[in-house]
């Protein structure tokens, strides 16, 4: 029987079936073939998009990449200087557990093999070596273009992208994009702490992101400035040789300054009021020494040199923004998104959540909110931490909403949320960290928690493997 095609028309507009919007596919640039840019790249492909991923280096990793390289300012300040984009010290080791490290869907876990690192925490070689694995495993490096800086990206009519690279073999390109999704990290681009009477001090002031090994500083006095994890590391590593390691902390507690326990040259100050031309360095509570060496353990900024939004994305005080839940400009949404800008996080994961979300918007699967509704939540966030007396440069410091903000992004993504054994493996690394800096990667104790990660794995790897895995506990 032959139903009139007005018919079918009206049956179609009285069902209650909803129709299906066919799933939009997108040429999509990705800037960065780091942690973020390799999982970005995936999902963009999983869910129907054409990728092309910028590596400014010659393989992929990012700020994995181990150089041994420094670049030719210490304090990396002076524009024409030689630039290095790795930011890791030679004994770097994972602050986290490996299987909390790793995505999702791709556990971290030991492998044989040469070269391999077994450890719990293993060295920056291993993560490396996990990351060429992902890569591997989802056909990544046929969408990345090596030695390609990204130079330019730029608004052009019909809402797309121009983007201008320079490849090292090539010359100048420019393609045109729907979308492109950043991902170029932010370790690169140090911040120097302000010290009064700096410019008369006569003594040497370097940047972590030039630390490779400690010999330069054997039977030096050095003044660290900073808390966080790669100055703790740093200090240690130092200690082995300098004379003295002074850190100054502007977080640290008055019960805690003095020389530290474990060490015999290793003392913790306030922070610095001042430098002098005499070689003293001068601490709030009024001590000082005269030091050899300032190392700045002091973070890096935000930096987009390439980027061009007309004034619509800015960094003010490490605040990139507006951005909608740290990923989309409202003005500028979807065409444009962020991936990896929050820090104080478990990083894999989370960028694997922003990534299937912004993938996801861009094929029309999911929703934006308007861009008014957007900049509604932003202004809202942005009071938030303002009446908790929050600065604006711990905009993106998620340590104590990253599961949370997590869950958020999976359930717009329509899958699980954070594990608990991932959540509580964070919680004690964290706890540990502070309470044994220099021994708590090698003294972990809590295997239940390990039992806990290898049962979920099932869901990715052999029976067999997992069996020996467990078995290794």
Same mark, same amino acid.
Request: contains cysteine; charged residues 25%.
């Given at each position: 029987m032959n139903i009139p095609c007005d018919e079918i028309i009206s049956i179609i507009h009285s069902s209650s079936m909803p129709i299906p919007t066919p799933l939009v596919s997108r040429h999509v640039a990705v800037v960065g073939a780091g942690a973020g840019g390799l999982v970005a790249a995936r999902e963009l492909r999983n869910e129907g998009h054409s990728v092309v991923v910028y590596e400014n280096q010659s393989r992929l990793g990012g700020t994995w990449v181990y150089d041994p390289d420094v670049e030719s300012d210490p304090i990396c300040q002076d524009p024409s200087r030689t630039m290095i984009h790795s930011s890791l010290y030679d004994s770097l080791r994972t602050n986290l557990p490996r299987e909390a490290m790793g995505f999702r869907d791709f556990p971290f876990v030991a492998k044989d093999g040469i070269g391999r690192d077994a450890r719990r925490f293993p060295g920056h070689k291993e993560v490396l070596m996990y990351l060429e694995d992902f890569a591997d495993e989802f056909r990544i490096g046929e969408m990345i273009r090596f030695d390609s800086e990204v130079r330019y990206v730029g608004l052009v009519d019909g809402g797309k992208w121009r983007l201008r690279s320079w490849e090292k073999r090539d010359g100048e390109f420019e393609d045109v994009y729907d979308a492109v999704v950043v991902c170029n990290g932010h370790y690169a681009e140090p911040k120097i702490a302000d010290i009064p009477g700096i410019g008369c001090w006569p003594g040497k002031q370097m940047h972590s992101h030039n630390y490779r090994v400690p010999e330069p500083f054997r039977d030096q006095v050095v003044v660290l400035i900073g808390s966080a994890a790669s100055a703790v590391d740093i200090s240690i590593d130092i200690a082995a040789v300098a004379k003295e390691v002074h850190i100054a902390s502007r977080s640290a507690k008055e019960v805690a300054l003095g020389k530290q326990p474990g060490y015999k040259n290793m003392w913790l100050h306030s922070m610095i009021t001042s430098a002098h031309e005499d070689g003293t360095v001068v @601490?709030? +509570?009024? %001590?000082?020494?005269?030091?050899?060496?300032?190392?700045?353990?002091?973070?890096?900024?935000?930096?987009?040199? @390439?980027? +061009?939004? %007309?004034?619509?994305v800015t960094v003010d005080d490490s605040r990139v923004g507006p951005l909608y839940k740290h990923v989309f400009p409202p003005a500028l949404a979807p065409g444009l998104s962020f991936v990896g800008l929050p820090w104080k996080v478990v990083p894999f994961p989370l960028c694997e959540l922003q990534s299937k979300w912004i993938a996801g918007v861009l094929s029309g699967r999911i929703s934006l909110p308007s861009q008014e509704e957007m900049m509604e939540d932003i202004e809202a966030f942005y009071t938030k931490l303002e009446a908790a007396g929050i600065p604006k440069r711990y905009t993106h410091n998620c340590a104590d909403c990253q599961f949370e903000y997590g869950d958020w992004l999976a359930t717009k993504c329509g899958c699980h949320g954070s594990e608990e054994w991932r959540k509580e493996m964070y919680s004690q690394s964290s706890k540990t960290r502070h309470e044994k800096p220099g021994s708590y990667r090698d003294e972990w104790s809590n295997n239940q928690l390990f039992l806990q990660a290898l049962e979920d794995f099932r869901k990715f790897l052999p029976p067999a493997l997992i069996d020996i895995l467990c078995n290794s506990l």
């Amino acid at each position: 029987m032959n139903i009139p095609c007005d018919e079918i028309i009206s049956i179609i507009h009285s069902s209650s079936m909803p129709i299906p919007t066919p799933l939009v596919s997108r040429h999509v640039a990705v800037v960065g073939a780091g942690a973020g840019g390799l999982v970005a790249a995936r999902e963009l492909r999983n869910e129907g998009h054409s990728v092309v991923v910028y590596e400014n280096q010659s393989r992929l990793g990012g700020t994995w990449v181990y150089d041994p390289d420094v670049e030719s300012d210490p304090i990396c300040q002076d524009p024409s200087r030689t630039m290095i984009h790795s930011s890791l010290y030679d004994s770097l080791r994972t602050n986290l557990p490996r299987e909390a490290m790793g995505f999702r869907d791709f556990p971290f876990v030991a492998k044989d093999g040469i070269g391999r690192d077994a450890r719990r925490f293993p060295g920056h070689k291993e993560v490396l070596m996990y990351l060429e694995d992902f890569a591997d495993e989802f056909r990544i490096g046929e969408m990345i273009r090596f030695d390609s800086e990204v130079r330019y990206v730029g608004l052009v009519d019909g809402g797309k992208w121009r983007l201008r690279s320079w490849e090292k073999r090539d010359g100048e390109f420019e393609d045109v994009y729907d979308a492109v999704v950043v991902c170029n990290g932010h370790y690169a681009e140090p911040k120097i702490a302000d010290i009064p009477g700096i410019g008369c001090w006569p003594g040497k002031q370097m940047h972590s992101h030039n630390y490779r090994v400690p010999e330069p500083f054997r039977d030096q006095v050095v003044v660290l400035i900073g808390s966080a994890a790669s100055a703790v590391d740093i200090s240690i590593d130092i200690a082995a040789v300098a004379k003295e390691v002074h850190i100054a902390s502007r977080s640290a507690k008055e019960v805690a300054l003095g020389k530290q326990p474990g060490y015999k040259n290793m003392w913790l100050h306030s922070m610095i009021t001042s430098a002098h031309e005499d070689g003293t360095v001068v @601490f709030q +509570d009024g %001590s000082k020494i005269l030091a050899n060496v300032i190392l700045h353990c002091t973070g890096y900024k935000y930096h987009f040199p @390439f980027l +061009d939004t %007309s004034g619509m994305v800015t960094v003010d005080d490490s605040r990139v923004g507006p951005l909608y839940k740290h990923v989309f400009p409202p003005a500028l949404a979807p065409g444009l998104s962020f991936v990896g800008l929050p820090w104080k996080v478990v990083p894999f994961p989370l960028c694997e959540l922003q990534s299937k979300w912004i993938a996801g918007v861009l094929s029309g699967r999911i929703s934006l909110p308007s861009q008014e509704e957007m900049m509604e939540d932003i202004e809202a966030f942005y009071t938030k931490l303002e009446a908790a007396g929050i600065p604006k440069r711990y905009t993106h410091n998620c340590a104590d909403c990253q599961f949370e903000y997590g869950d958020w992004l999976a359930t717009k993504c329509g899958c699980h949320g954070s594990e608990e054994w991932r959540k509580e493996m964070y919680s004690q690394s964290s706890k540990t960290r502070h309470e044994k800096p220099g021994s708590y990667r090698d003294e972990w104790s809590n295997n239940q928690l390990f039992l806990q990660a290898l049962e979920d794995f099932r869901k990715f790897l052999p029976p067999a493997l997992i069996d020996i895995l467990c078995n290794s506990l």
